[in-house]
Structures are given as C-alpha cells and as structure tokens.
C-alpha cells in the first residue's frame, strides 16, 4: 500500500544506492523518476535495476506487476526539473558535501513548497543540507543499506528544523517499501557509521599491524561473530573511499582521536584500490 500524499518519487543520483532506491520505490507502486547528470550511469543503473528485479520475481520475491513496474515504469531524465512535480524526492548523489548542498538550494527552487525533502547521505549533517533550503521543515535524512533490494533498515534522521509531518510521512513511506525505520540524531555518521566505520578502521589496523592477513580478518568475523561477510569484505563492498570519508567526518564532528582514519586505508584510497568498484581493494575481483 502506498502512503496518501504521495503519488510521485523522484529519485537523484543513478549509482549503486539511487538505483536500488528506486527499484523499491517502483517495486512498491510509486511513480518513480530516477535523475542523473549522466546519462551512461542511468544506462547502467537500467541494467542494474532489470537484474535485480529479475532475480527477485524468479525467487518469487516480488510479483509479476511489481517487476514490471520496475522494467517498464522508471521515468529516467538528466535534468534536476525532472521533480519538479514530485512529493518526495530522495537525493542519493555522490557523498560530496558542496554538491549535495547544491542539489538541495536547486530542487527547493524548482520543487513545490510541500515537496519533502529527503537525503540518503551516510553521514552529512541533516541540519546543514537543510539549512541550504528555504523548507529546513521538510527536509530529512533516509539513510538505505547497500544493497538496498535486500537490505531492511532505513535509518530515519531528523535535522534541527525538521518537523513531525514530515517525520511520520517518511516513517509511513519506508515502511511502505517494505523496510523498517529506526530514528537516529543527527550526530555524525547517525548510528550505522558511527558504528560499523571505526569497526572496519580497526580490522585495516589488524592488517596494517600485521595481526592478520585480510582473509584471517574476515574469518574471524563471520566465523566468530556470524557477520554475513567480514570487515574487510564489506569495506570492499561498501568503497574504501567511502569508508575514509566516514572516518574523516567522524574525526573531524566528534573532535576524538579514536575515530582517526588508519594510514593503510588512507593509503589504499590514494592508490586508487578502492574496492570492488575499481577491481581492487583488499582482493581483487575481475568481472
Ligand atoms: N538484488 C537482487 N538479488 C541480489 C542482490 C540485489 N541487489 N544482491 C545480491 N542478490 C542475490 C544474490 O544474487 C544471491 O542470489 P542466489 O542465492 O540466487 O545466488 C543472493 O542474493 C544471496 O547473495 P550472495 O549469495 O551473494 O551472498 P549472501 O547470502 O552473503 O547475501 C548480502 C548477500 C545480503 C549482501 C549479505 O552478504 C549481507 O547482508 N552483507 C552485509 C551487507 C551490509 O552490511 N550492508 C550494509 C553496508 S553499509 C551501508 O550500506 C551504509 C553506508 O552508509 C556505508
């Protein structure tokens, strides 16, 4: 069932976390336009998309209205003014601080005034993108799971201004999608980050440290702990990029020596092994 009032989602930013955003927002009934400056990634992101949906139905995971919905019923555009007629729009552009506060001044410009407003970021201040706007009220964070078909949380933060309508309409939304919210202040890196980040930062330092090689590392945690997969598996997963800018937002917010990124990553990032995106990172993955 969809949530009343909104009829229309648009989703900004065709990577690996907008992609999955919108298939579920499509999956789940929502006219969904998915936005891109690039057009190549929104190929790609088609691709992605008609993948995952695929697998999913022939599991018997989703029906055969909900796959097609999603093959056929993504509008796609590489112009922001694509939702200008939405009731949300979720922005899931790269983790860039100055360009997300860009998308927000431009889509309060173009967007209806009781538009909500919301950000996939994994650790940018709610508060401070919302401040970029003239509606801090309708701006919010929904922070998805990678990969966001699979995954069931959402984690849900409210920013300074942000008020309960909007809390209770995003609330309602996610668990139209079929996941569950949890709330998180807005702090940096909310709860998931502040977590799982300085987690793999200290499993790079077993490695740096010479305590275990990547796959001991690894190991031990699915084995020990019953991780689906270990740090450093995930870390590849997730970015090495990614995870350093964690770390730095979360030394840098949180003023504690403990969140200091580990040289080896530091390093990895500025080698260019960033993981499972650039063929590289802990292991080395081909096609
Ligand atoms: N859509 C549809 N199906 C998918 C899929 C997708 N996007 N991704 C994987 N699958 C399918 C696989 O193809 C596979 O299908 P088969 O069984 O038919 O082969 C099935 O799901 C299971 O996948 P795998 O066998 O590869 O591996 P798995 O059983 O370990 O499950 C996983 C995969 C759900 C990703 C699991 O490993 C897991 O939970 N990993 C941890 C993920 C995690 O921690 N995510 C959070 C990252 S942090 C983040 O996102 C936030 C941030 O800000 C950094």
Known sequence: MTVPGIEHVAVVGAGTMGNGIAQVCATSGYRTTLIDVNAEAIERAKKTIAQSVT???????????????????????????????????????TENKALKLQIFADLDRLCHANTILATNTSSISITEIAAATKRPQHVIGAHFMNPVPLMALVEIIRGYNTNHATLSTILEFTQSLGKTP????DYPGFISNRILCPMINEAIYCVMEGVGTPEA???????????????????????????????????????????????????????????????????????
Request: hydrophobic residues 45%; proline residues 4%.
């Open 217 to 287: 590392v690894d190991t031990v945690m699915r084995l020990g702990m019953n991780h689906p997969m270990g740090p450093l598996t995930l870390a590849d997963f997730v970015g090495l990029d990614v995870v350093l800018a964690v770390m730095d937002v979360l030394y840098e917010g949180l003023g504690d020596p403990k969140y200091r990124a580990c040289p080896l990553l530091r390093k990895m990032v500025a080698a260019g092994h960033l993981g499972k995106k650039s063929g590289r990172g802990f292991y080395v993955y081909n096609e």
């Open 182 to 185: 949890v709330e998180a202040a």
């Open 55 to 93: 697998k999913l139905h022939s599991k018997g995971k989703i029906s055969d209205e909900a796959r097609d919905h999603a093959l056929k019923g993504i509008q796609t555009s590489t112009d922001l003014s694509a939702a200008a007629d939405a009731d949300l729009v979720i922005e899931a552009a």
